[in-house]
């Protein structure tokens, strides 16, 4: 005698209620399961660290007096001088000026030939950063500290703070 053909829709209808929604729950278990390993994954990969970059002119340094001014309407800006010799000799030795910007959670140390700008806590940019960050790069367009390809410095991600309008 030839056992009969079943189909999967038919074993699920000979089943009692409680067994047949069996592989309905596990699916969907498995599916919200899976979406989530997905969703971690991609949260986990755009983590925000501390934002450092570094930018760099090249021919003529910063002038200072021109910057400082226009910098201190907008944003929190300090004078840094570190002492020095006149005997002293260094290559260097008038490039020992630095001034220090902050924006919001954005940090600006710039140099006559060289700007760093970092956050100290990882944090979303807010519309005064993305002001700061847009000036230094103004000022600062180089990438690599000369003309030779030695170093190269790439921007980190960052995230932008969405706006509230009330």
């Excluded at 997905?38 to 501390?50: F, G, K, L, S, T």
């Excluded at 800006?77 to 919001?104: G, M, T, Y």
């Amino acid at each position: 005698m030839k056992k009969p053909d079943y189909s999967t829709q038919q074993a699920l209808n000979s089943l009692s209620p409680t067994q047949a929604e069996f592989p309905r729950i596990i699916s969907r278990i498995w599916r919200k399961l899976i979406s989530s390993q997905i969703r971690n994954i991609i949260r986990d990969a755009w983590v925000i660290e501390p934002y450092y970059y570094v930018r760099f002119r090249w021919a003529r340094g910063l002038d200072f007096n021109e910057v400082e001014s226009e910098l201190r309407e907008t944003f929190q800006v300090e004078q840094l001088s570190r002492p020095f010799d006149e005997k002293e000799i260094s290559l260097h030795k008038n490039d020992r000026e630095k001034l220090k910007v902050w924006a919001d959670t954005l940090g600006a140390l710039l140099s006559p030939f060289r700007a760093v700008l970092y956050q100290r806590e990882p944090a979303e940019f807010t519309a005064a950063d993305m002001r700061l960050r847009e000036r230094i790069l103004e000022l600062y367009p180089r990438i690599t500290a000369s003309l030779f390809p030695w170093h190269f410095s790439a921007e980190p991600r960052f995230l932008v703070a969405e706006e509230t309008s009330e």
